[in-house]
């Protein structure tokens, strides 16, 4: 194997944990902000691309991680910030993505196992309507993390 080669399988390897996908469907920097200890609920973050020319949609979510999870949304309504699950799922528009990001749509981790830590990763299965499964590691930040591109590169 050429050099080349090698180094092009390696940076891949290198790069999975922050990039999944399917031939349809890339996740984008997947992460979770740390809980505080005796917390039972976390919640994790990602950007999720359709390539396709089709819509797709996240029906489902789990991890072993919870005992339960579940897609949410947060958003404003009568001045008050309101948080529910989304029961039809997350539309993915063909071509376009779907932000999962604080203050608005993310999975929701109910029954924490054990607290979410700093520098641990946790293991997601999205499953979407017309892509199937696509299993998930997003890193967990500090609790205070904002998600940003800064906060990820002071984990490595």
């Known amino acids: 194997m050429s050099f080349l080669r090698k180094f092009a399988a390696a940076a891949l390897f290198l790069a999975a944990p922050a990039l999944a996908q399917t031939a ?26 359709n390539l396709a020319d089709a819509e797709d ?35 993915v528009p063909a071509h376009g993505a779907a932000a999962l990001k604080p203050g608005g749509y993310h999975v929701m981790l109910i029954g924490l196992k054990k607290p979410l830590t700093a520098g641990e990763k946790v293991v997601l299965t999205l499953d979407f309507a017309k892509a199937g499964k696509v299993e998930v590691s997003a890193q967990v930040m500090a609790l205070t993390s904002t998600g940003s591109k800064m906060d990820h590169m002071k984990m490595h």
């Open 24 to 49: 349809a469907i890339r996740i984008e920097q997947p992460w979770a902000r740390a809980t505080p200890a005796g917390a039972t609920a976390g919640a994790v973050y990602m950007t999720i691309d």
């Open 57 to 91: 949609r996240l029906t489902g979510v789990s991890s072993d991680a919870a005992a339960r999870t579940e897609i949410h949304e947060m958003k404003m309504a009568d001045g008050i910030m309101k948080m529910r699950a989304v029961a039809d799922g997350l539309a």
